[in-house]
């Protein structure tokens, strides 16, 4: 594929901190668009099953991607926002792959079986509270439902939390066909890992990524999080120097988005305890700049990868994707998802299972699919949805083929659009050569804010949903 960007991801983000500060205000991740506080409960069951269909019927039908969530953890962090049930009865897990198998079951025929799925991710809560033998049955079913690709290049990844993992495990993940894993790290620091209550070794989190490499996996990503209690930059800079030391392929560098209304087990972290607005920002300088020192290259939002890594290939050729799995180099795929509060993209279409468990097992012992909402996208959704994936993976805008493809007058069809990033030019964040929209070096930290201006549905928020912050 020909390179169209001009960016150099390796050198594009310039830290400014007064500039980062001034704008870090609330905003969607962009995960999809519209983001999912705006699927409606009147789009069910036989909308998915007649989307899923038609989606047969294109004329060149797209591979498919599968993501399992598995809600289950057994101990709480207390920085946590995700969906996810602390238990540690590990016989629900059994009983929990027994409706998933189910699902399954109910949802394949709707896809032809000659649409390869070329990515599988399993994401929670913790996958791994499933042990390798359930994770094994769990992708043994999948692929007699579906047909899995045999192509070098097929991801199937699986979220880690490398306390309850040992490397005779990811042997047998291996076996089982997992080719990439995350592990979850947040911070070493002892103080920091007790006041979060998330007490991990370094020795054992390091054998499990030299594990993850001896056993064949293609590819390590590593989070990280900056903002949380306790933290200092003493000692965060000592856990970023002996992740990059690890070498993972991948990095993500979230911060911490504190809404303890929101999410009971953030109530247990004393506000006194984390880090002012200008030591968070600290903290992400620090970040940038070792990962800039040690080679990585900025993909976008919180994203870093070895220039060598797949994503840091598919963004120099124009061809990086963003969906609920986050960062993908497979775009041109419809989306299934299995679990409770799992999502699917299919078509131009957005469905989500129950989030709560037991409306998600009602629904699938009584034999139904387990769809809450949905959203089907109109003509103005589908192009403003393209906008923001672009300024997302690339950065930019090619203003003369939205034209094209979509059949309209730029200016005028964002016309409110263009008013709002005058402000964003103003101060450095965005370029306008003919053409072009572009975020600068100064502005790739803050791609969500730039995508905002092209968010209608902004405007209308529902009642009492909330935001993190940009930064």
Known sequence: MQTISPIDPARTWRFDAELLRRYDRPGPRYTSYPTAPHFAEGFGEADFQDLARRSNQDPIPRQLSLYVHIPYCQSPCFYCGCNRIITRDVARGRIYLDRLEREIAAVAPLFDRDREVVQLHLGGGTPNFLAPELLGELVGSLGRHFSFSRAADRDFSIELDPRFVTPADIELLSAIGFNRTSLGVQDFDPEVQKAINRVQGIDETLAIIDACRRFGMRSVNVDLIYGLPKQTLAGFGRTLDTVIDARPDRLAIYGYAHMPRLFKAQRQIEDADLPSPEGKLALLELAVQRLGDAGYEYIGMDHFALPGD????????????????????????DLVGFGVSAISHVGDSFTQNHRDLPSWEIAIDEGR???????????????????????????????????????????????????????????????????????????????????????????????????????
Request: glycine share 10%; proline share 5%; with cysteine.
């Open 310 to 333: 797949e994503l840091a290939r598919a963004q120099r050729e124009g061809g990086l994707h963003r969906n609920f799995m986050g960062y993908t180099t497979h775009a041109q795929t």
């Open 369 to 471: 699919l387990p769809i809450w909402r949905g959203l089907m996208l109109g003509n103005d959704d589908v192009l403003r949805a393209d906008l923001i994936q672009q300024l997302m993976c690339q950065g930019e805008i090619d203003v003369r083929k939205v034209e094209k493809t979509y059949g309209i007058s730029f200016g005028e069809y964002f016309r409110d659009a263009m008013a709002a990033l005058r402000p964003l030019q103003d101060d450095g964040l965005v370029q306008c050569p003919p053409g072009w929209i572009r975020a600068t070096p100064r502005g790739r930290a803050l791609l969500r804010i730039i995508a905002m201006c092209f968010d209608r549905y902004l405007e209308t928020q529902p009642e009492g949903m909330r935001y993190s912050k940009a930064i």
